[in-house]
């Protein structure tokens, strides 16, 4: 066995120096089965120690199993790469985080609407637009053309909006003359070496990809995009996302200041007309992504939700440490709790909570 084999099947053994005794294959099944959760990967990592996990089956009731590079819908965490991808542009001077987007180029769909001309880059990753999260079903063929009115006044309170990172994505295409797919390969697939990730079908992931489950289990086949957005379509496994983390986690790629951005409440996450709950204190949202102040200090975190596909991620970038999982059920969210004190240790997280609030 050569030394770089040995080397590989250490890092993947799951023996952290150091750390705590990490669950086993075993444990993880459990949980799933009790979930209802047919598939899942999972990638913890801890400094330069990486734990893989990819367990289960791609389909309820099918030989195939999961593997380390079975495609799975990722849903909203494209949005964190469509962030990183505007930070990226934002560090080259082709855009303003503070000159509103429709000064840039015009956006049909939101022809007068009321206040649709203060809408800027940071209220958009900030989730402060005042739009909605959709206008119509993004997979509608009358989405596109959907007039896209405001819900509040913009930077008013935090609205999560997927309608706003299109609008982005929008802008950004227009700037460079590139579709964001070709951006997400320059900017962050190829620099960060995540190969079997893309934000629109590729041929190459039928043999391999998993099939969605509702929450009662029956299959639901995978989506094939056939155009990419930040907002909600990227595939791929874990195991690419949880690299991509590595460089959301250390600004990697970014400048210092840029960088800081993602780790800097942008806004307190006050969402609008709620009194406040008991986790509101601890949520904030940076330059596109969440932060938690928790028990182990401060995170950075996302939920996925493309109905029968579930993920989450969660990083500790002063630890660095960070978790990413994906699964093909509706029922994902109900391992996170379990998930993120199996791995980070016993402690308050605060985020399921408050998306629950």
Sequence with gaps: MTKPLVLLLVLLSGTFAHAQ???????LTALMQKAGVPGMQLVYTK????????????????????????????ASLGKAVLAYVALRL????????DKPLLGYAPYPRLQGARNADKITARMVLGHTTGLPNWAANPLSPAWKTTPLRLKYAPDSCWNYSGEGYVLLQQTLEHLTGKSFETLAREEVFGPLRLMHSS?????????????GHDGKGQPVPINHFAEGYGAFSLLG????????????????????????????PANEANRYGQAATPTDGFIAWACGVGLATTSRGL????????????????????????????????????????????????GDYHTTQWLAE
């Design 299 to 346: 995170a950075q975190w996302q939920w996925g939700d493309n109905g029968p596909f579930k993920g989450f991620y969660l990083t500790l970038p002063d630890q660095q440490e960070s978790l990413v999982f994906f699964t093909n059920s509706a029922n994902g969210p109900k391992l996170t709790d379990e998930l993120l004190r199996l791995f980070f240790g016993p």
């Design 90 to 97: 934002l560090d080259r001077g082709v855009f303003e985080l």
């Design 237 to 264: 496994p874990a195991t690419d996302y949880s690299r991509f983390l590595q460089a959301l986690m250390t600004g990697r790629g970014l400048k210092p200041a840029t960088a800081r951005l993602l780790r800097t």
């Design 21 to 27: 005794t990490l669950p086993s294959d075993a444990t």
């Design 199 to 211: 934000f629109v079908w590729q041929p190459a992931f039928a043999p391999n990809a998993a099939s």
């Design 47 to 74: 400094g330069s120690k990486v734990r893989a996990y990819a367990l289960g089956a791609r389909t309820a009731g099918q030989p195939a199993r999961v593997n380390a590079t079975t495609t799975f819908e990722a």
